[in-house]
């Protein structure tokens, strides 16, 4: 495990030092390839285990369901032959995206080529809010943003859904009115049908009732069906005190008689319903072809479904009218929110006005000492489209000189993109809770006396902090806590390896003095390690 303070990294050139970093790399979530693998071999396993105690940290785990295992956080990787991998936290499967999250709260490797990141607007911004102590007001910012933006995609919404209804209002209009004028009524269908049957056989209906009247009540002198039950239970009558037996017989004529009386009054009222009208069906049919057109149109099988149509009909026209009321309610809405998003935007551009002054004399401040003796670093404040973080651009001024400083993308060399870089981590490392840093060689393209400073800056920010540094240059190395060597060897099975193991003492003095005079090490370079060494 590396130690707290600054680590020093050094080995010769492709002993592989970039394993390193590509190993933290695949932990922080980078794209996985099966090139990773070696000839033969089915997986390629990378593990770390890391100390770190931190409220987001924890809270990203818990929302992962990750065991805690104290401050400690394992992390592993791996990748198939396929490419496909598979990633862990305390040996909890996890999503690839939430290696990203937690690796932004762990390492941050700055490599020679992300001095660019130096011309980003983005970056600029992050880092002067950064100095200016702007979370809060970024939160802020942030969340009235969110708002303003759901407030403009419900206006936004609501007047697609307007505009829409509005080209559909016509044809709306024109079927609700067809419908509305058609007097639509439960189950007028049902009772249509049935009228259409009697009418459309009303002919042979009459007659068949008739003739069930004549059979009740046949002509001639017999008496009718009713009136010979009601004698025949007189005759019963008169017999009774002689024959107790026939009195329930009586009583069975006198019921059949009441029974046969209410059917025949039932059968004269019906004959009397029915209607020999060619014109009652006739309307009788036209209403319920008009019905039935209506319902096929419409696609329904019922008259209750055709119902329904016509109310949807009536709420759309209804709808536009609610509609509009609730596009006014929401441009009220997205007023009052626009209002509390540009009070958080001017909060922020006042903070940042005002710490610009500072943060610009600070990094200069630090330029000089890097021996940018003539440099000016400015922070130029302007107007930006809206956007989460408010709506500001800021631009990095430089000039090596001191006059007419203009944008840092346009006029610093690598070397003083270096030198500035740097400066801007120191800063940061004071006034933010950074993770471990990582140094590929930012002194690239510096030496004497500069990178001593530059040495030195980068063992001011390990007094706070873990910061590993690999280097090449002897006056950045001799300045670290703990110093370890990677090396590239040949297994006895011919393969290849990278190893990293730690020098102390003499072993160190002689790595130093390795960077001090190349291949041959002099008796002078080793002195000079030394001297570097108790320097420090």
């Known amino acids: ?158 007047q697609d859904k307007l505009a829409q209804m509005q080209a559909d209002r016509d044809y709306n209009e024109a079927q609700w009115r067809q419908l509305d004028e058609a007097h639509l009524t439960p189950g007028e269908l049902e009772s249509l049908e049935e009228e259409q049957r009697s009418l459309a056989n009303a002919e042979l209906i009459k007659e068949s009732l008739g003739r069930s009247l004549a059979l009740l009540h046949p002509e001639g002198e017999q008496p009718g069906m009713a009136a010979a039950l009601k004698e025949a239970g007189r005759s019963l009558e008169r017999i009774a005190g002689c024959l107790p037996a026939v009195s329930g017989l009586q009583e069975r004529l006198e019921s059949l008689r009441i029974e046969l009386d209410d059917i025949d009054d039932e059968l004269v009222s019906l004959d009397a319903r029915v209607d020999l009208s060619p014109a009652r069906l006739e309307l009788v049919e036209e209403r319920m072809s008009r019905l039935y057109s209506l319902m096929k149109k419409h696609g329904c099988q019922t008259l209750e479904e055709l119902i329904a149509v016509r109310e949807r009909f009536s709420e759309m026209l209804f709808d536009s009218d609610a509609l509009e009321a609730r596009i006014r309610d929401l441009e009220q809405q997205e007023q009052a929110a626009a209002g509390r998003y540009a009070a958080a935007c001017a909060a922020l551009t006042q903070a940042r006005c005002e710490a610009a002054p500072a943060f610009a004399a600070s990094i200069t401040e630090s330029l000089h000492f890097l021996e940018l003796d003539g440099a000016v670093f400015d922070v130029a404040v302007s107007a930006a489209p809206e956007s989460a973080s408010g709506t500001d651009r800021v631009t990095y001024l430089f000039s090596s000189t001191g006059r007419d400083p203009e944008d840092l993308a346009r006029c610093a060399s690598g070397g003083e993109l270096s030198r500035i870089m740097l400066c801007l981590k120191a800063m940061m490392a004071r006034f933010v809770g ?38 090449h240059l002897p006056q950045v190395a001799a300045k670290g806590d703990a110093h370890f060597v990677v090396s590239k060897g040949v297994n006895p099975d011919g393969r290849t390896v990278s190893s990293i193991r730690e020098v102390k003492g003499e072993e160190r003095t002689m790595e130093i003095a390795r960077l001090l005079s190349g291949a041959t090490i002099t008796p002078a370079a080793i002195d000079n390690a030394r001297a570097l060494l108790s320097g420090k």
């Open 1 to 158: 495990m590396f130690p707290e303070g600054l680590v020093i990294i050094t080995g010769q050139t492709g002993a592989g030092k970039s394993i390193l970093l590509g190993a933290l790399s695949l932990l922080s979530g980078v794209r996985a390839d099966a090139s990773l693998l070696a000839q033969g071999a089915d997986s390629c396993v990378v593990e770390a285990e890391f100390e770190a105690r931190d409220a987001e940290l924890d809270r990203l785990l818990a929302e992962a369901d990750v065991e805690p295992d104290g401050s400690r956080l394992l992390i592993r990787r791996v990748v198939s032959r396929s490419g496909r991998s598979r990633s862990f936290i305390n040996d909890c499967p996890v999503p690839v995206g939430l290696l990203q999250q937690v690796a932004d709260r762990l390492v941050d490797i700055h490599s020679q080529h992300k001095s660019l990141l130096l011309t980003d607007p983005r970056f600029q911004l992050s880092v002067l809010d950064h100095f200016a102590g702007n979370a809060a007001r970024l939160e802020t910012c942030r969340a009235a943003w969110r708002a303003l933006q759901d407030c403009r995609a419900q206006r936004s919404e609501a």
């Open 434 to 471: 950074m993770p471990t840093l990582i140094f590929d060689e930012i002194d690239a393209g510096v030496s004497g006396s500069v990178a001593d400073k530059m040495g030195r800056m980068i063992c001011e920010m390990g007094r706070d902090m873990q910061v590993l540094s690999i280097t």
